[in-house]
C-alpha cells in the first residue's frame, strides 16, 4: 500500500538558517509528489509539486525540493529561513495505480526563533 | 478572485444534532474533496466527487454525508453517527480527480460539539 512519512513531528530553527524537512514515500512507481504549507488555522497551499523531469524543483516563497529515487524520498529545503516561515508542512503523494489516491504525510510543524 | 469559501469558520453543537458544512468553489473545477484534520493525523479524506451528482467514500466516511446537486458546491454534513466530530475540516477542490493536479483548499471550518 501507499505510504508517505513525514519522520520529524517538529523542527526548530532558528531566524536565516538553512531548513531541511524530510519526506519519504512507499509506492512501486515514481508518483506524483507535492509540498503544502499551512498556516495555523488556515487551509493549506501548494508550494511545489514534481512529476518528472528535472529531479531538483522549485516552488514559492524560495523553497526548492528534490527527488531522490534511489531514497523514496522528496525533501523540502530552503537555504535561509525567515520567521514568517513558521507553519506547518505536508508532503503528499498522488498516484494512478487502480482507483484515485492522494495521501497526505502527518505534517512536519515548524517553530522559527528570532 | 477565484477560491474556495467553507462557512462558517467556527462552529459549535450539541451532541445527537446533525451539522451541515457549506464548501463552494468558483474555480471552476470538476473535483472537490472533504478532509478531516486532527492534531498530529495530518488530513484524512472523507469524500470526494468527481463531477455533478456522483461522490465516492475516502478512508473515513463512516458518520458523514455529502452531496454534490452543483459543481460549485459541496456540502458535508456531519451525522450524529459520527463517534467523534469536533475536529477541523477542510474543503479542497482540483481541475479534474487525476492524481496529478494539485489541490486547491479552503480555509477549514472548525466544529466543536459538546
Known amino acids: 500500500a501507499q505510504s508517505v512519512t513525514q519522520p520529524d513531528i517538529h523542527i526548530t530553527v532558528s531566524e536565516g538558517a538553512s531548513l531541511e524537512l524530510r519526506c519519504n514515500y512507499s509506492y512501486g512507481a515514481t508518483p506524483y509528489l507535492f509540498w503544502y504549507v499551512q498556516s495555523p488555522g488556515q487551509g493549506l497551499q501548494l508550494l511545489l509539486k514534481?512529476?518528472?523531469?528535472?529531479?531538483l524543483v522549485q516552488g514559492i516563497k524560495g523553497f526548492e525540493a528534490e527527488f531522490k529515487r534511489s531514497q523514496s524520498s522528496f525533501n523540502l529545503r530552503k537555504p535561509s529561513v525567515h520567521w514568517s516561515d513558521a507553519a506547518e508542512y505536508f508532503c503528499?503523494?498522488?498516484?494512478?495505480?487502480?482507483?484515485?489516491?492522494?495521501?497526505f504525510g502527518t505534517g512536519t510543524r515548524l517553530k522559527v526563533l528570532a | 478572485d477565484g477560491g474556495i469559501t467553507q462557512s462558517p469558520k467556527y462552529l459549535f453543537r450539541k451532541e445527537g444534532q446533525n451539522v451541515t458544512l457549506s464548501c463552494e468553489q468558483n474555480?471552476?473545477?470538476?473535483?472537490m474533496y472533504w478532509y478531516r484534520q486532527d492534531p498530529g493525523q495530518g488530513l484524512r479524506l472523507i469524500y470526494y466527487?468527481?463531477?455533478?451528482?456522483?461522490?465516492q467514500k475516502g478512508d473515513i466516511a463512516e458518520g458523514y454525508s455529502v452531496s454534490r446537486e452543483k459543481k460549485e458546491s459541496f456540502p458535508l454534513t456531519v451525522t450524529s453517527a459520527q463517534k467523534n466530530p469536533t475536529a477541523f475540516y477542510l474543503c479542497?477542490?482540483?481541475?479534474?480527480?487525476?492524481?496529478?493536479?494539485?489541490?486547491?483548499f479552503g480555509p477549514g471550518t472548525r466544529l466543536t460539539v459538546t
Open positions: 514534481y512529476f518528472s523531469g528535472d529531479t
Open positions: 503528499a503523494v498522488g498516484t494512478t495505480s487502480g482507483t484515485y489516491k492522494y495521501i
Open positions: 474555480l471552476n473545477h470538476d473535483a
Open positions: 479542497a477542490s482540483s481541475i479534474s480527480l487525476w492524481a496529478s493536479y494539485e489541490q486547491y
Open positions: 466527487s468527481q463531477i455533478v451528482n456522483d461522490f
